[in-house]
């Protein structure tokens, strides 16, 4: 949800991608690893994390949590904590839009409470009306082409003063 307010306020224009980039970075460089984090909770040791990381580097296309848990270094309930704790560690978009001074908390908030009032709609599904029927029969319609309706705007012309 962080990642895409960002880009709201990419698209809004209020943000450049440039500075969207950065936050980016910022979050990346901020988020605790999990490696550091398996340690700080006492999960497993220094060592055991060492093997591990040389694990993952052998084969990249498995994760860190996924290396220690068919390694049965940690449980399921220890992996869900590590990875709880990892999403908490990372500073949110909002967060760093306010601490890198793009916007104040005022601006930030009024902006997010539009942005959650957009994915709101998006993701509720229209209800289908109830079909009414005709109380009395349709008029019949003149056949042919049918008008705009829209008001006629004066034209403006003005004459240029040729030199």
Partial sequence: MSLKFGIYLVEQRIISPE??????KIQQEATASLASLSIRNNFLTIKQVANLLDAVEANPQKSFINVALEQNLIGQPQAQKLLLAQQNS????PKLVI??????????????????????????KPTAAP?????APAAPTKAGP???KFRKRP????QLNQR
């Fill in 155 to 158: 034209v403006v012309v003005r």
């Fill in 131 to 135: 079909q009414q029927t005709p109380a």
């Fill in 90 to 93: 990372c500073p949110t978009i």
């Fill in 99 to 124: 601490e890198c001074g793009l916007l104040t908390q005022r601006q930030t908030s009024v902006l997010f409470h539009h942005f959650e009032r957009g994915q709101n709609r998006q993701t509720q």
């Fill in 19 to 24: 500075q969207f980039c950065g936050l980016v």
């Fill in 146 to 148: 049918r008008q705009p």
